[in-house]
């Protein structure tokens, strides 16, 4: 099941590299470079603790003037993990579950260049995440999947021409149980690395 998911996820992962390559082929000057990047962090909601690590590529698409400032479009695949821990009640107790995630998503990853070193940048896209869950104490998981929005929001600083410093707050939802989905926010920090 496990080798299965990470076949699926490395499928997507291809398909949306071609899809970027094709978008940028079409669409972007030859100096809009590729980058790739990694972040980890905390994850979580009032119910849920744990923590998140992320890779991801991604191609510049185009420049635009905004409010006086560079707007930076580009597109992004990436693979993550999320290991948290929910409390779901159930007939008026609460069951605590450990849950493991893989994902895989594609986001449009929009960069607002406020000075020549900070900028805004966001993602809003789409995710598959594939979740083995245990009730704590117990041997047996179950796995969910789903298709879910992902989003975030956060800042960047560029310690150079093509290495950024970058930290944000994410979203997507998880299943974690048949009729049970947990929205999940993420707060991460990491680096980027153009090309």
């Not at 997507?12 to 470079?33: E, F, K, R, Y």
Request: with cysteine; hydrophobic share 40%; charged share 20%.
């Amino acid at each position: 099941m496990v080798s299965n998911f990470v076949e699926d996820g490395m499928k997507t992962l291809v398909a949306g590299l071609i899809a970027l390559g094709v978008m940028g082929c079409a669409s972007a000057a030859d100096d809009q470079p590729w980058y790739v990047g990694a972040d980890a962090g905390l994850g979580g909601n009032y119910r849920q603790d744990g923590g998140n690590g992320r890779v991801y590529v991604g191609y510049q698409l185009g420049t635009a003037q905004l409010f006086g400032m560079e707007f930076v479009n580009a597109a992004e695949a990436q693979l993550y993990k999320l290991n948290f821990r929910a409390d779901v009640g159930r007939g008026g107790y609460t069951v605590r579950r450990e849950v493991r995630v893989d994902g895989s998503a594609l986001a449009w990853a929009p960069t607002l260049k406020v000075s020549d070193r900070v900028a805004v940048a966001g993602r809003v896209g789409v995710a598959y995440n594939h979740a083995n869950v245990r009730e704590q104490g117990s041997e047996y998981a179950s796995t969910y999947t789903k298709v879910a929005p992902l989003a975030s929001l956060g800042a960047s600083y560029a310690l150079s021409d093509n290495v950024r410093l970058r930290a944000d707050v994410g979203y997507t939802q998880v299943k974690i149980g048949s009729k049970e989905n947990v929205d999940h926010a993420m707060l991460s920090t990491g680096v980027s690395v153009g090309f």
